[in-house]
Nanobody, 116 residues
């Protein structure tokens, strides 16, 4: 069974930065893509960023220019570097991985709170 474990969340002031990690239980290049989503209280889960097996990245408009997704194959880990954070970024952030649509996996989430 594939496991994804997020870490790095916490409380940060507006304008601050956080780097989230998603550690996978197997080679991350087994997956077609790995992604970050987020879900604020009472709202639907929204796409944040993705990286595919070839290294192509995509970002939601909400994080474009502020967020960077990257990976370390030797550590089986995907990262999300977030800068210039605002209260609108407050959410639970989830890691996702897939092998097309036949196999999809989610982490347990890590809380990010942006507040003064």
């Amino acid at each position: 069974q594939v496991q994804l474990v997020e870490s790095g969340g916490g409380l940060v002031q507006p304008g601050g930065s956080l780097k989230l990690s998603c550690a996978a239980s197997e080679n991350i290049f087994n997956f077609n893509s790995m992604r970050w989503y987020r879900q604020a209280p009472g709202k639907e889960r929204d796409f944040v960023a993705s990286i595919n097996v070839g290294g192509r990245t995509d970002y939601a408009d909400s994080g474009k220019g502020r967020f960077t997704i990257s990976r370390d194959g030797a550590k089986n880990t995907v990262y999300l570097q977030m800068t210039s954070l605002t209260p609108d970024d407050t959410a639970v952030y989830y890691c996702y991985a897939n092998i097309l649509s036949s196999r999809q996996y989610w982490g347990q989430g890590t809380q990010v709170t942006v507040s003064s």
